[in-house]
């Protein structure tokens, strides 16, 4: 448990120390503010003493421009510090954002395909945008609040320290201290009750599941008025213990300002017993109290940056979590094959999900280079897992399969795709522009190239209608693209690809004849020089002298 | 036990824009907001008294011949300063009891609308985890505007007030700079409220944005690994993101101005009185009531000063809390609004206790219209169920069998018609095509069948009888196996088989079953119907099948064969 809150907080640390410039000048402006009105209030109560002394003729002389002039100083700087505050402190937000979303998506993308499909369903989404925004709060809402608070004492501490006997500097390291391990307590504690909240929470998602889900049962046998009653009970147990919860709050938010308000008056009665025995001018007695009073809105936020700390250190575990998970698998991978032109070979394959229920196999597969092997069979049959698992993403059940002599499971992801283009059935593009689908790596393939490829699967005379030719946004999912048009777009990209093996499943779904024929012809050269497996559902429509592979139905369960 | 459900608040206009039905929840607990702008008002008046206090200490010690006496006023001000937060402790605990309050009928009057609407309904309405989101985080995130926000609202009239007048009362000059100082309090607050909810809005459109686009590169995950561009791809998630920021930023520079320009005039207002005070006492100013001005009139003035702006900014950090709770309100308002209120219930529904002989149910001219669609689902239906049939309701999907079981259930009255139900069709059985299993053990899903206690033996029996004996591997620890949720090993023919042996012992005669078989394969499904007409013929127990599965359809004798209803052909 110690162990983990410390790789949290050295994840923490390693994501905000780079932009730890502008996380200091926050801080640092945020003290400057803190000091500001502490100044301004501590010098206005000196400056109304000394007035006050002088008007009745009791101090000499009296320089009133220099002071009201300070007084105005403090004011206006106050002002701009937290101007300037906010200013930079979001800015140090946003580039630290930055920063995580690059690291959380590399993150996920080095995780195994099986682990990212699960985080895709659910709200394990959302959840991951929200935590990156809730880490956050540690730069400024916990170590921000400490560090400047940390400033302002010492600067407190230093003037009381110059101007008065050390007991004045002592209430005021008291006050600090006090209020710092009173907060610390007291969140201390409130954690330990949120930690039983959640739980009751999740208890009581399941029976809500359970009310919703269950309600034409509970209706149909008379207990919908019971479980109602139950949830309705329990809710408010829960509501109850959550309401205490929020009263710790406040409480111990108001004890730390009374603990203030009371160093505050303990201050100025020492003072003005000290002003009594001589040892203090009055202004100086008045100056005190009110720096100390100052110190209010200082030491005000240090519960809520310890009850903060908790939240945010969480949301770094589970961040962090997804990070470690993503960086394991890369140490095993393998150097790419030697062979340029790499062949893939399968022995003894069986493939499926469950070991016990095999999909298809035992399949030994060794297409030839040159002409496309068309697979076919009835649906269910197993067809997309087979390419799924020749392209490395599906472990097979058992048997072997190679990319130029390597078993593919020790070739790095990367690596594979080098030497392996992969058309699967479920088709996810980003949303971005035809360009960017075309050539995502940049390696600045000409125009003239790219319109070739599109007109080699009969896209660019739709491309050409478009305003925007290849800057052309696909919308999300592909959604301003037919189904059909998203198919031959992927295979554009793919050709454009260049790579020795190719999968393709249902390359050609929703073409009319003759513009199949169309591409076939075009495509057909660049095909023929390379290993190829196709999947179909009709391969009737496709050359005649393509050597073909017919799965069948499915396997009796 | 009061039953806060039944004879709670009055029923808010759940048609209301999201303010007034957040302040129509709060209506009946106005209670707590009269304790905490009590407590605003008492905490105000200490810290008045309090200053004056101090003021006077400073005074007196400097200019009194006899000084007061300091371990006194130590105990005095200890006193006030204990009274003013245990003030403003009493105000922040109002406003968190208003909001439990609030929640707390808000959450009842969930759980019984749930239950009204009945599950037909609720099916087109949302789904259980969108419902439980409601439940839960929808309703929690009114807290800020009950717990804060409206006891600051308070605040930033009260507590300035107070101020202003213990000002005026001592020196109308020094007051009238405050007051200058926040020209107009409501202006204030509108200039708040328009920046906070412009940062916000912008804000979130920027992040929803910007998060939008992160997802979808991870969506495409697949795609982009495949193209080899994820480090291509990582480049642009950053460079994105900065695009964005820098887009915020410059929002963000002037619309932080706004909330500068309070703070600047807290600020120099403090400041400014200082000056003043300092010169009035210095002896520079002879204007009006400076002459006549001491060190406790200073100081007093001085203190309060910082007291009068608290408010103020503490009513501007609570702003966001409004606009939180107001979307929550949005999506609330139509969840709780009543069922009966958009479609009236023209049916008459009686319970006849009439003999042996008289149909189980009668249904006479039925029209069942949801409302919203053109078409009725169902119309001038008439149905008679007499007891021991096997009835299969059949039609292609959207014929209505789903609703007009729902219509034989009670979960759903029909806009138009006559039922005529029998004593003994009141309780039924019901089998849904995902059998909903509780969590809990086996034990405990069984028992939900009745309310009195059902032994073990019984239980045993009658899963023996559904065909899913107590031995099967499945059930490791018997009756005790935890089921529920994610069915922890069970099948879905196994599920309905439980759902079966659950209606067994519920003793019901009248089974209702909602395409018990769509979600198994032909074997299961043969095997499933074989136990089930068994059972209905050793028991004699009436059946009435919403399926459009022939396997079903060939074992039932009789059948009611439902066509979607178009506004050409009428349906006989």
Known sequence: MRDETRANLAFLHRVFRRRRVWYWGAWGLLALTWIAGIALLALSGWFITATALAGAGLLATLDLYVPSGGIRTAAISRTLARYFERLVSHEAVLRSLADLRGHSFRGLAALPMARVRAYRSGDLQTRL???????????????????????????????????????????????????????????????????????????????????????????????????????????????????????????????????????????????????????????????????????????????????????????AGRVQHLEAAGQAPAGAARP????????????????????????????????????????????????????????????????????????????????????????????????????????PRHTHLSDAALWEALEQVDLADAVRGTEEGLDYRIGEAGSYLSGGQRRRLALAAILLQDRPVVLLDEPFAGLDPRTLERVLSRIGPWLNQRQCLLVTHAPESLPRDWPRLDLGRPAPS | MPQPGETGAPPPDHRAAPGPWLRARQRPHRHWLVLSAA???????????????????????????????????????????????????????????????????????LLQQVRHAGPARLAGQTTAGAWAEQFQTRVDDLTGYYARYLPARQAVILTPLAILAAAFWLDWLAALLLLLAAPLIPAFMAIVGMGAEQIHRRQQEEANRLAGHFLDRIRSLDWLRRARAITATEIEVVERSHQQRRLTMRTLRVAFLSSAIMEFFSAVAIGMVAIYIGFALFGAIDYGPAGDITLFTGLFILLLAPEY??????????????????????????????????????????????????????????????????????????????????????????????????????????????????????????????????????????????????????????????????????????????????????????????????????GHRLWLLDEPTSALDVKTEEALLDTLFRLADTRGLTLVIASHHAAIHRRCPQQLELAPVTPETPHA
């Open chain 1, 129 to 315: 945008t929200s935590d990156i925004d809730t880490l956050d709060g540690m730069p400024l809402r916990v170590v921000g609040p400490m560090v400047a608070a940390a400033i302002s004492l010492v600067v407190t501490l230093v003037i009381a320290i110059w101007l008065a006997p050390w007991p004045a500097a002592a209430v005021l390291a008291v006050s600090g201290l006090a209020t710092l391990a009173v907060s610390a307590l007291l969140a201390l504690a409130g954690q330990r009750r949120s930690h039983a909240l959640v739980q009751a929470r999740a208890r009581e998602r399941i029976g809500l599941f359970d009310y919703i889900g269950g309600l034409a049962e509970l209706l149909a046998y008379d207990r919908a008025r019971g479980h109602e009653a139950s949830l309705r009970r329990e809710n408010a147990t829960y509501a109850r213990q959550q309401r205490a919860q929020e009263a710790f709050g406040v409480g111990s938010e108001q004890a730390v300002q009374a603990v203030v308000g009371a160093s505050a008056l303990l201050m100025l009665v020492l003072a003005l017993g000290w002003y009594r025995d001589g040892t203090l001018s009055a202004p100086v007695a008045v100056l005190l109290p009110l720096m100390t009073l100052g110190l209010g809105e200082v030491l005000g936020s240090l519960p809520g940056a310890w009850w903060r700390a908790g939240e945010s250190l969480k949301a």
């Open chain 1, 336 to 439: 790419a094959p030697a062979d340029h032109a790499p062949v893939l070979q399968a022995h003894g394959l069986t493939i499926g999900f469950h070991r016990e229920r095999p999909l298809l196999g035992p399949l030994d597969l060794a297409p030839a280079r040159g002409r496309p092997l068309v697979i076919s069979g009835t649906s269910g049959r197993g067809k997309s897992t087979l390419l799924d698992t020749l392209a490395g993403e599906l472990p097979p059940l058992t048997g072997r399969i190679a990319l130029g002599g390597d078993d593919l499971d020790r070739i790095s992801a990367d690596t594979r795709y080098r030497h392996l283009s992969y058309l699967p059935q479920g088709l996810q593009l980003p949303d971005t522009s035809l360009r960017d689908i075309l050539e």
């Open chain 2, 39 to 109: 407590s605003t008002l008492v905490a105000t008046l200490a810290t008045i008294a309090l200053a004056g206090l101090v003021a006077w200490a400073v005074h007196g010690t400097l200019f009194a011949a006899d000084p007061p006496y300091l371990p006194g006023i130590l105990l005095g001000g200890l006193a006030l300063l204990g009274l003013r937060y245990a003030a403003q402790a009493l105000r922040d605990l109002a406003g968190h009891r208003l909001a439990f309050a609030v929640k707390q009928q808000l959450r009842t009057d």
């Open chain 2, 309 to 506: 702006f608290l408010p103020l900014r503490q009513f501007a950090q609570s702003y966001h809390d409004r606009a939180g709770a107001l979307a929550a309100a949005e999506s609330l308002a139509p969840a709780l609004a009543s069922p009966n209120g958009a479609e009236a219930s023209a049916a008459v529904t009686e319970v006849t206790g009439g003999d042996e002989t008289d149909p189980l149910l009668k249904l006479e001219d039925v029209m069942v219209h949801y409302p919203g669609q053109r078409t009725p689902v169902l119309k001038h239906l008439d149905l008679e169920i007499q007891a021991g049939a096997h009835l299969a309701l059949t039609g292609p999907s959207g014929s209505g069998k789903s609703t007009l079981l729902a219509v034989c259930a009670g979960f759903l009255p029909p806009t138009e018609g006559r039922i005529q139900r029998h004593a003994r069709a009141r309780h039924f059985a019901w089998i849904d095509q995902d059998a909903h299993l509780f969590h809990g053990s086996l034990r405990e899903n069984l028992q939900l069948a009745r309310h009195a206690m059902i032994p073990d033996a019984e239980m045993a029996t009658a899963l023996e009888q559904a065909g899913l004996p107590l031995d099967a591997p499945e059930l490791p620890d018997g009756l005790d196996t935890a089921i529920g949720e994610a069915r922890h090993g069970l099948s879905g023919g196994q599920a309905q088989r439980v759902a079966v042996a659950r209606a067994l012992l519920s």
